[in-house]
């Protein structure tokens, strides 16, 4: 680790999951046409978010993290980016209400465009090529020349970050986000759904209390809070020569933010101690995650902390742990009795996708929503067990009506998957397996909020 960072201390450590440019004078071109460019975010926005993490890490609030598993070019138009973002007001409605605090809501939006590969080949029918990365990298396109890394696509993924966060900022600010209408497209939700009356008692509840506050005055018209909402961007921050361009001085502060996004996270793949991931990292202000498979260690995942947030801050580092179904029970309790052992500051969130993908009988790769849920059912009951605080949950999920992920109330089996499976990398939830899941956690965010004040 190097003792001094700066912007390019990165590129003097071991650096994987890569891709290979072979115009290095269009790659120059095209890192200095990103950093004369205006930033995506700014700092103060990070510092607030920041903010609300440090709550959530004191048990003061709960964080709901979702969005595509990779962003494409193809499927970029406004009504994919509002389905996804009304999904997500509306699961954070309904875990509002379970966890009674407020919820901090993230998306994998407007930047998480390049993705991890397992190997940095692939071979069809005897021809090998290098791995699709993203479209911020290459295109999934199976040919020599659509698979080449284009430095030009980085400038494609920043223009259409930026038209993202345009429309998340007015969707946010302009009205679409009003409780009163989010609770009504819930309602409809509930009837339709399979399950409804399971969850009616949250959704009458919600009614309930809404119409408590409309009884003194506390309107969307008189209450701007009931109308609008903060709301927050991420991405692993996977490409570095994309992270670098787009990284800023703050003002204020004098110091450096990674201004491509609110809250950048370090994947499972990239996150050695001595790797340039962590390394580029550790020198920007951004709030972190940090994904946690089961083959973290809590030795090095004390050190990784350490690196990572040296100051013990509250809300600088969330722990995303993505241990499978099967795998939680095993794994997760060494790490949080290491982190407390140590009196380590962190949010713990629960990813249930990616330790759940399997291979369909049919050779399609998905993830079945019962281990999805027991995976969170196990999160939480360890959390509990161990006395520390379950602070959020993190998703791949989407707006879109796809059959991707199977079960669910729409008892979604291998044989649909074929019917609506759109994604360019993992499976996803779709709207209503996402707001299915939301509700399941919000009545058990509940059942343990009653017990808590029943033995209180």
Same mark, same amino acid.
């Given at each position: 680790?190097?003792?001094?960072?700066?912007?390019?201390?990165?590129?003097?450590?071991?650096?994987?999951?890569?891709?290979?440019?072979?115009?290095?004078?269009?790659?120059?071109?095209?890192?200095?046409? $990103? +950093?004369?460019?205006?930033?995506?975010? *700014? %700092?103060?926005?990070?510092?607030?978010? #920041?903010?609300? &993490?440090?709550? @959530?890490?004191?048990?003061?609030?709960?964080?709901?993290?979702?969005?595509?598993?990779?962003?494409?070019?193809?499927?970029?138009?406004?009504?994919?980016?509002?389905?996804?973002?009304?999904?997500?007001?509306?699961?954070?409605?309904?875990?509002?209400?379970?966890?009674?605090?407020?919820?901090?809501?993230?998306?994998?939006?407007?930047?998480?465009?390049?993705?991890?590969?397992?190997?940095?080949?692939?071979?069809?029918?005897?021809?090998?090529?290098?791995?699709?990365?993203?479209?911020?990298?290459?295109?999934?396109?199976?040919?020599?020349?659509?698979?080449?890394?284009?430095?030009?696509?980085?400038?494609?993924?920043?223009?259409?970050?930026?038209?993202?966060?345009?429309? $998340? +900022?007015?969707?946010?600010?302009?009205? *679409? %986000?009003?409780?009163?209408?989010?609770? #009504?497209?819930? &309602?409809?939700? @509930?009837?339709?759904?399979?399950?409804?009356?399971?969850?009616?008692?949250?959704?009458?509840?919600?009614?309930?209390?809404?119409?408590?506050?409309?009884?003194?005055?506390?309107?969307?018209?008189?209450?701007?809070?009931?109308?609008?909402?903060?709301?927050?961007?991420?991405?692993?921050?996977?490409?570095?020569?994309?992270?670098?361009?787009?990284?800023?001085?703050?003002?204020?502060?004098?110091?450096?933010?990674?201004?491509?996004?609110?809250?950048?996270?370090?994947?499972?793949?990239?996150?050695?101690?001595?790797?340039?991931?962590?390394?580029?990292?550790?020198?920007?202000?951004?709030?972190?995650?940090?994904?946690?498979?089961?083959?973290?260690?809590?030795?090095?995942?004390?050190?990784?902390?350490?690196?990572?947030?040296?100051?013990?801050?509250?809300?600088?580092?969330?722990?995303?742990?993505?241990?499978?179904?099967?795998?939680?029970?095993?794994?997760?309790?060494?790490?949080?009795?290491?982190?407390?052992?140590?009196?380590?500051?962190?949010?713990?969130?629960?990813?249930?996708?990616?330790?759940?993908?399997?291979?369909?009988?049919?050779?399609?790769?998905?993830?079945?929503?019962?281990?999805?849920?027991?995976?969170?059912?196990?999160?939480?009951?360890?959390?509990?067990?161990?006395?520390?605080?379950?602070?959020?949950?993190?998703?791949?999920?989407?707006?879109?009506?796809?059959?991707?992920?199977?079960?669910?109330?729409?008892?979604?089996?291998?044989?649909?998957?074929?019917?609506?499976?759109?994604?360019?990398?993992?499976?996803?939830?779709?709207?209503?397996?996402?707001?299915?899941?939301?509700?399941?956690?919000?009545?058990?965010?509940?059942?343990?909020?009653?017990?808590?004040?029943?033995?209180?």
């Amino acid at each position: 680790m190097s003792v001094t960072w700066n912007l390019d201390s990165w590129r003097e450590h071991e650096i994987r999951q890569v891709p290979k440019y072979n115009n290095k004078d269009h790659l120059d071109t095209v890192e200095d046409q $990103l +950093r004369l460019s205006p930033p995506l975010v *700014f %700092a103060g926005e990070a510092r607030t978010l #920041r903010d609300h &993490l440090a709550r @959530v890490a004191q048990g003061e609030a709960f964080l709901l993290q979702g969005g595509d598993c990779a962003e494409s070019f193809s499927e970029f138009r406004a009504d994919n980016i509002r389905d996804t973002f009304k999904v997500l007001l509306q699961m954070a409605v309904a875990l509002t209400f379970g966890a009674s605090c407020p919820v901090v809501k993230v998306g994998r939006l407007a930047g998480q465009f390049a993705k991890p590969r397992s190997a940095p080949t692939e071979t069809i029918d005897g021809k090998e090529l290098p791995s699709y990365r993203g479209d911020i990298v290459n295109d999934m396109a199976f040919t020599s020349k659509s698979r080449e890394p284009d430095p030009d696509r980085m400038l494609r993924a920043y223009n259409q970050a930026a038209s993202t966060l345009n429309l $998340l +900022r007015a969707f946010a600010q302009g009205g *679409f %986000a009003d409780l009163h209408q989010l609770h #009504r497209w819930n &309602l409809d939700f @509930v009837k339709e759904s399979q399950q409804g009356e399971y969850y009616e008692e949250i959704a009458t509840r919600i009614d309930e209390t809404l119409g408590f506050m409309a009884a003194c005055g506390l309107t969307s018209e008189t209450i701007p809070q009931l109308r609008e909402t903060d709301f927050y961007t991420s991405h692993e921050a996977l490409l570095l020569v994309y992270e670098q361009a787009l990284t800023r001085q703050d003002s204020l502060t004098g110091r450096w933010y990674d201004c491509s996004a609110h809250m950048l996270w370090i994947g499972d793949r990239t996150r050695q101690l001595d790797s340039a991931h962590v390394e580029f990292l550790r020198g920007v202000e951004n709030p972190l995650g940090l994904k946690c498979g089961p083959s973290l260690e809590p030795d090095e995942l004390i050190k990784l902390i350490d690196i990572l947030n040296p100051e013990n801050d509250a809300g600088r580092l969330t722990l995303i742990c993505r241990m499978g179904a099967d795998g939680v029970a095993e794994h997760l309790p060494p790490l949080i009795k290491a982190v407390e052992k140590e009196g380590r500051t962190v949010v713990w969130s629960c990813d249930p996708m990616h330790g759940n993908t399997i291979k369909a009988s049919n050779g399609y790769k998905t993830r079945p929503f019962d281990m999805i849920l027991k995976e969170v059912d196990a999160f939480f009951d360890i959390h509990r067990s161990e006395g520390t605080y379950a602070g959020g949950v993190h998703f791949e999920m989407t707006g879109q009506d796809v059959t991707e992920c199977t079960g669910g109330a729409q008892a979604i089996t291998e044989e649909n998957l074929s019917d609506r499976y759109h994604t360019f990398c993992d499976p996803r939830l779709n709207a209503n397996q996402s707001l299915e899941l939301s509700f399941q956690i919000a009545e058990r965010l509940k059942r343990h909020r009653d017990n808590n004040s029943k033995s209180s």
